[in-house]
C-alpha cells in the first residue's frame, strides 16, 4: 500500500510514517498544502492521510483537488476540529472515513487498512490471514475452512488485531476502538479480558495457531509467529 | 397594552375632554350672546313704551305688543334702577309657562310712577341653544369614531415596518450564515431602526464566527499534541525490551492523556452549548435511546453486578441527537461510578418526566454545588464536567434538573 501522509506536525508525522512503514507499506509525507498538491500531481497513491488544519489553507481544498483530478485514492482526514459540521463536509466532498484526535496509531492504522479495502477490492470481499479467513460482507469467519461462530465484539477485535499485526496494542486503543471514545471506560479493562479469552478460546478451539499474546500490564500482540 | 391601544386611549380622553370644556365653554358663551342680544330688545322695547307714553300721554294696551306681556304697576317710588332678569314667560296661547326674560323700568305718566315690566320668550334662544348643542354632539360622537377607526387601522398600518422588524428579530439565528435583511419602508424612524438593527445583527454575526473559529483553532492546538503523546506512546510500546514497571508507567501517562483529552473535549462542548452552537435538533425517541445506552453500557452493568430497573414510556422530544446522546451517557456514567457492587440503578420515563436513580454512598450530595464545574467525589476519577454539561444541556431545552436522595438512592430529576 502506497500511502501519502499529510500533517504539518513533525513529530505526529514521523509516528505515522513509522508505524505504516513495516508493514511493507510506503510512506511518503508532507507538511503543507502546496507540497501534497505537487505530490499528489505527480503520483498515484492508494490511501491519503489529510490533516484539515494546515499552515498554507484548509486540507478541504486537497479533496476538491482530487476530485476535479478525477483521482481515486481514498482519503482518511485526521482532525482537531471535532465538529460535525467539518465531518459531514468532508465526507460529502469525498473523504471516505473522518478520525479525530487525539487517536490511537492502531486505530489509524485498522481504518486505513478498512477503507483501502473497500476501494481496491470492490469485488473481493474476502481478508485472508494464514488459515483464517474472512468473509468482510457476509461478516463471518472461517478456520481452516470451517465456520467459527464469533460475537460482534469479538469479530471487530479480530479484524483490529489483523490490521494492526505484529504491533503491541494497547488496552486503552483496544476500548476506545470497541466502545469508542465517549464511552468512558472508568479506566476499567477487565471486560476487555474477558473478550480476548473467548476470542482466543473460539479460534484455539477452531485448530487456529495462538496468534495473541498478552504483553503483560500495558496490552495485546497478534503476531504471525 | 399595545402602543395603539395607548395611544387611542390618551387621544380619545383628550378629545372628550376638549369636547366637554368646549361644550360648557360654548354653553356659557351662547346664553351670554342670547341674553345680551334679549336685553337689547328689551331696553329698545322699554323705549318705545316710555316713547308712546310721552306720545300718547296714556299707558299702552298689551296688545300693541304683540308677544311680548308688559304690565304696568303704580308704585310711589321715586326711583326704580333698570334691572333684567330671568323669569316664567306664560304665554296665553299655550298653557305651559316657558322660560322668559324681563326687564323692569319705572315710568311717569301724569305725575304718577309706575313699573313696567316686559316678559318676553326664551324659547326661540333655547331652541336655537338644543339645536347648536344636538349638532355639537353629533359632530363630538363623529370625531370620536373617526379617531377610534383611524388609531386602530391608520395607525396599525403606520407601525407594521415596526411589527416586520419585531417579527424579524424573533426569527433572527445566529447561526444563519444568510445576511440579516430588513425591508425598507416609508417611515425614517423605523428605516433608521432597521439600520441599526442590521449593523448590530451583522456585528453579532462577526463576533458568533470568530467565537467559532477560536473555539475550532483552541481545539486544534490543544488536540495536536494530545495527537503526538498518545502516538509516541503508541510507538514506545512497540518496544517489548521494556519492563512491566515501565509498561505501567506508560499506562498512567495513557490514562492521563485520554483524560486531558476527554477534559479538552468536555470543555470546548460545554463552550459549545453556552454559546447555542449546537442546532441539529430533530425528533427523538428518548425511550429508544435509554435502551440503546442501557445496551451499550451492559458489560459495565455486568462487570459491578448492577441491577438495571428500567420502565420506559414512549415518548418522543425535539432535540440534538448529538448532546442527548452525552446527556444519557454522562447519567448512566455516573449512576454506574458512584455505584456500589451489586448496587442497582432505576431508570424511569414518563410523559414528562425521566428519573435516574442509584445507589452509592449513604449520604446526600450537596444540590448546590453538584452542578458547578469541577466539583467532584472525593473517589471520583471523572473530569469533574459531566453534571455541569448535564446541566447545561437541560438549560438549552429548558429542561429543569434537580436532585434529590430518597429511599438511599441518588435521584437526578429532569422535567421535560
Known amino acids: 500500500m502506497k500511502l501519502l501522509i499529510i500533517e504539518d506536525e513533525q513529530a505526529l508525522r514521523d509516528n505515522i510514517t513509522h508505524y505504516f512503514n513495516e508493514d511493507g507499506n510506503?510512506?511518503?509525507?508532507?507538511?503543507?498544502?502546496?507540497?501534497?498538491?505537487?505530490?499528489l500531481s505527480n503520483y498515484d497513491y492508494d490511501c491519503v492521510l489529510l490533516d484539515i488544519g494546515?499552515?498554507?489553507?484548509?486540507?478541504?481544498a486537497i479533496l476538491e483537488y482530487l476530485k476535479a483530478q478525477m483521482k481515486n485514492e481514498a482519503v482518511l482526514i485526521i482532525s482537531a476540529r471535532n465538529s460535525l459540521d467539518d465531518k459531514l463536509k468532508g465526507l460529502n466532498i469525498g473523504a471516505d472515513d473522518y478520525l479525530t484526535k487525539p487517536f490511537h496509531l492502531a486505530e489509524l492504522k485498522a481504518r486505513v487498512v478498512a477503507i483501502y479495502r473497500r476501494k481496491a477490492?470492490?469485488?473481493n470481499s474476502k481478508l485472508v490471514f494464514n488459515e483464517i479467513a474472512i468473509?468482510?460482507?457476509?461478516?463471518?469467519?472461517?478456520?481452516?475452512?470451517l465456520p467459527v461462530t464469533l460475537t460482534r465484539k469479538e469479530y471487530d477485535m479480530l479484524l483490529y488485531f489483523i490490521a494492526?499485526?505484529?504491533?503491541?496494542i494497547s488496552k486503552n486503543a483496544l476500548?476506545?476502538?470497541?466502545?469508542?471514545?465517549?464511552?468512558?471506560m472508568h479506566d476499567n479493562f477487565d471486560f476487555i479480558y474477558t473478550h480476548i479469552k473467548n476470542l482466543r478460546k473460539k479460534l484455539l478451539e477452531a485448530t487456529a495457531n495462538d496468534y495473541l499474546r498478552s504483553i503483560y500490564g500495558i496490552g495485546y500482540k497478534f503476531s504471525p509467529q | 397594552m399595545k402602543l395603539s391601544a395607548h395611544y387611542s386611549k390618551a387621544s380619545i380622553i383628550i378629545t372628550i375632554s376638549v369636547l366637554l370644556v368646549g361644550a360648557v365653554v360654548y354653553f356659557?358663551?351662547?346664553?351670554?350672546?342670547?341674553?345680551?342680544?334679549?336685553?337689547?330688545d328689551l331696553t329698545e322695547e322699554i323705549g318705545e313704551v316710555v316713547e308712546y307714553v310721552n306720545l300718547h300721554g296714556q299707558l299702552p294696551k298689551p296688545v300693541d305688543f304683540d308677544e311680548d306681556q308688559t304690565t304696568f304697576v303704580k308704585t310711589n317710588q321715586k326711583y326704580v334702577p333698570t334691572r333684567f332678569f330671568d323669569t316664567v314667560y306664560k304665554n296665553p296661547k299655550e298653557k305651559n309657562p316657558e322660560a322668559g326674560r324681563a326687564i323692569t323700568g319705572l315710568i311717569s305718566l301724569k305725575g304718577q310712577h309706575y313699573i313696567a315690566t316686559i316678559t318676553v320668550s326664551r324659547e326661540s334662544t333655547e331652541y336655537l341653544i338644543q339645536i347648536i348643542g344636538a349638532i355639537t354632539l353629533a359632530l363630538s360622537i363623529a370625531l370620536l369614531v373617526i379617531l377610534f377607526v383611524t388609531n386602530r387601522y391608520i395607525l396599525s398600518g403606520l407601525w407594521r415596518p415596526f411589527y416586520d422588524t419585531l417579527n424579524a428579530l424573533k426569527a433572527f439565528n445566529i447561526s444563519d450564515s444568510k445576511r440579516f435583511h430588513l425591508r425598507h419602508n416609508k417611515v425614517d424612524e423605523f428605516n433608521e431602526l432597521n439600520r441599526v438593527v442590521e449593523n448590530m445583527a451583522s456585528r453579532v454575526k462577526n463576533d458568533y464566527q470568530h467565537l467559532k473559529h477560536f473555539t475550532e483553532n483552541a481545539s486544534h492546538e490543544m488536540l495536536t499534541p494530545l495527537a503526538v503523546i498518545t502516538a509516541k506512546l503508541d510507538t514506545l510500546i512497540q518496544d517489548e525490551t521494556l519492563k512491566p514497571e515501565q509498561f505501567e508507567q506508560i499506562n498512567d501517562i495513557y490514562s492521563a492523556a485520554s483524560k486531558l483529552s476527554r477534559l479538552n473535549q468536555s470543555l470546548l462542548l460545554l463552550v459549545k452549548i453556552e454559546n447555542n452552537l449546537v442546532d441539529d435538533a430533530e425528533l427523538l425517541s428518548l425511550d429508544g435511546l435509554i435502551g440503546q445506552k442501557i445496551r451499550q453500557f451492559n458489560e459495565l452493568i455486568l462487570s459491578r453486578d448492577i441491577k438495571v430497573i428500567e420502565h420506559l414510556e414512549e415518548k418522543e422530544v425535539t432535540a440534538s441527537k448529538y448532546l442527548v446522546d452525552i446527556l444519557l451517557n454522562n447519567l448512566f456514567s455516573n449512576a454506574i461510578r458512584h455505584n456500589i457492587d451489586h448496587g442497582q440503578v432505576k431508570i424511569t420515563l414518563t410523559a414528562n418526566k425521566l428519573i435516574?436513580?442509584?445507589s452509592g454512598a449513604e449520604k446526600t450530595l450537596n444540590n448546590e454545588r453538584l452542578f458547578e464545574r469541577f466539583q467532584k467525589g472525593q473517589k471520583s476519577e471523572g473530569t469533574g464536567l459531566g453534571l455541569t454539561i448535564v446541566k447545561n444541556i437541560c438549560n438549552l431545552y429548558h429542561w429543569d434538573i434537580a436532585y434529590s436522595f430518597e429511599n438511599s438512592l441518588h435521584t437526578f430529576l429532569i422535567t421535560l
Do not use: T
Open chain 1, 26 to 39: 510506503i510512506c511518503e509525507s508532507c507538511s503543507s498544502l502546496l507540497g501534497a498538491i505537487n505530490k
Open chain 1, 164 to 168: 494492526n499485526k505484529g504491533k503491541v
Open chain 1, 121 to 123: 477490492f470492490n469485488s
Open chain 1, 175 to 184: 476500548a476506545e476502538h470497541l466502545w469508542g471514545d465517549e464511552m468512558d
Open chain 1, 135 to 145: 468473509d468482510l460482507l457476509g461478516r463471518s469467519v472461517d478456520v481452516n475452512n
Open chain 2, 356 to 358: 435516574f436513580q442509584n
Open chain 1, 54 to 60: 494546515l499552515p498554507d489553507g484548509d486540507g478541504f
Open chain 2, 28 to 40: 356659557f358663551a351662547i346664553n351670554y350672546i342670547a341674553d345680551n342680544q334679549l336685553n337689547s
